[in-house]
C-alpha cells in the first residue's frame, strides 16, 4: 500500500503534502520536506517500530510506504474519520455495529480488513468522498 504526495516550492518554502491523509509539511529543500514526511507520517502512526519509505517520483511527485500495512490502513482510516469530523461511535453507527470497538479494532491496527471491508469502512468514515486506487508507477 502507498499513499501518493507531492512536494512542491511555494515561495521559499517546499511544500509537502499527502491528500489522502490530509497532511502537509514544510521545509527549506526538496530533500528536507520528504524527510519531514516522514518523520510526520511516524509521529501520526505513534506505533513502536513503525517506519515509513519515501519513493521520489518525477517532478513533484512521491509516494509513502511500509511494510506495516496495518498501521498505514488505521492512518488512512483515522485520519479520514477524523476529516469528517465523526466520532467512533458515529461511524459504529454508519456500520450498524453495536459497538464503537468494532471499527475500533481497524482503526488501532488489531484488526486487518480485506479490500470489501477496507471499502465499507471508508465509505462509512468519507461518505461523501470516493477514493481512488491507482497502481504505482514508481519503480522501488
Do not use: C
Not at 89 to 110: M, P
Request: net charge neutral; proline share 4%.
Amino acid at each position: 500500500m502507498r499513499f501518493y504526495g507531492s512536494a512542491y516550492r511555494d515561495g521559499r518554502f517546499w511544500l509537502a503534502e499527502i491528500p489522502i491523509l490530509d497532511t502537509m509539511t514544510q521545509a527549506h529543500t526538496r530533500k528536507e520536506a520528504l524527510a519531514m514526511v516522514e518523520n510526520l507520517l511516524v509521529t501520526l502512526a505513534n506505533r513502536p517500530g513503525f517506519t515509513v519509505d519515501v519513493h521520489a517520483g518525477k517532478n513533484d511527485q512521491f509516494e509513502i510506504s511500509s511494510p506495516d500495512t496495518r498501521t498505514m490502513t488505521s492512518l488512512l482510516l483515522r485520519r479520514q474519520r477524523e476529516r469528517s469530523g465523526l466520532s467512533l461511535a458515529e461511524v459504529a453507527d454508519r456500520l450498524g455495529a453495536k459497538s464503537r470497538n468494532t471499527y475500533a479494532r481497524y482503526e488501532q491496527g488489531i484488526s486487518a480488513p480485506t479490500l470489501e471491508k477496507l471499502n465499507e469502512l471508508l465509505n462509512a468514515v468519507s461518505p461523501d468522498r470516493d477514493l481512488v486506487l491507482q497502481q504505482s508507477s514508481l519503480t522501488q
